[in-house]
């Protein structure tokens, strides 16, 4: 599955190059694309309008949670979000 063969219709300029560690998990039942690190328990969602980038958390048995980390436009804070994280969380 990828974002191209689950949302076809999607632009995909918007859709960022996938940062180390995450896969393309778009499934088509979700309201938009998304790509996940389970190591790092973090789902992001690209959408084509704003917020154009939503991080949510998983839980320990790897299913999304309810908490959404950050929400914004511009993917270099996604990018620097990531990688605080990577620098911050022991059990990476």
Same mark, same amino acid.
């Given at each position: 599955m990828t974002f191209k063969t689950e949302f076809p219709d999607?632009?995909?300029? #918007?859709y960022p190059e996938l940062p180390e560690g995450f896969e393309d998990s778009s499934w088509h039942n979700d309201e938009c694309p998304s790509m996940l690190n389970e190591k790092m328990q973090l789902c992001i #969602?690209? %959408?084509d @309008? %704003?917020? !154009?980038y939503v991080v949510r958390a998983l839980d320990a048995e790897g299913q999304l949670?309810?908490?959404e980390l950050l929400q914004t436009d511009k993917w270099e804070q996604v990018l620097a979000f990531i990688n605080q994280k990577r620098g911050t969380? @022991?059990? !990476?």
């Open positions: 999607f632009p995909p300029y #918007f #969602f690209i %959408a @309008e %704003a917020p !154009l949670t309810d908490d969380d @022991e059990k !990476l």
